[in-house]
């Protein structure tokens, strides 16, 4: 089989130099690469660059993915979404060099470890309830705030990883890495009610 990183490296090559959209994507993985695609669309976050607007499109994407896959049916896209032009040149940039982390997971990766856990049936529903659940972590406004976005797009590579390696340890930790994204906006919750609290209390000391 094939490296997610080699397989990654042929669509990169592939990419029009004028822009491309979510539908030219779609169709350059084709329905036995959507795991690929979602490696493409997560490996942006794994650097510290800002592309306006693009956690809400690709985690769309995402969960469009893991909801076809649940479904058993081809990848459906919105005509919106479809359409959406992304700027190849800058995209292309921050791909090749997220796709050091691919790499880096990609060595310890090993095919068919704990395959179980990647396997069929109530496995693989969890596995792409794990993807919608990504998709829908990494779609929160909250971009501003430092690893909102790299958790759950890390959550997402190791799931996609393990599925297409049939490696369960990969697999597992991915959803321990959703599991920490959840934990980790919880914190981020509880510390802004506490910051809003106490500035109504200030305000509240200062009228009295």
Known sequence: MEAPGARLEALLTSLPSEGLTLAVLRDLVGQDGLLILVIFLTLVFMIPVSIPGVSTVFGAAILLIGASRAL?????????????????????????????????????????????????????????????LGALLLMAPLGFVPFSNTLPALALLLLAIGLLQRDG??????????LATLIYFAL???????????????LFGLGS
């Open 72 to 132: 058993g049916r081809g990848l459906w896209l919105p005509r919106r979404l479809a359409r959406r032009l992304l700027p190849a040149e800058r995209l292309r940039g921050a791909l090749r060099q997220g796709s050091r982390w691919l790499r880096r997971l990609e060595r310890i990766s090993r095919p068919h470890r704990l395959s179980r856990l990647a396997g069929a049936g109530a496995m693989a529903r969890l596995n792409d309830a794990g993807l919608v």
């Open 169 to 178: 340890v990969c697999v597992l930790l991915g959803h321990v890495a959703n």
């Open 188 to 202: 981020l919750a509880v510390g802004g009610t506490v910051v809003i609290r106490e500035v109504i209390q200030r």
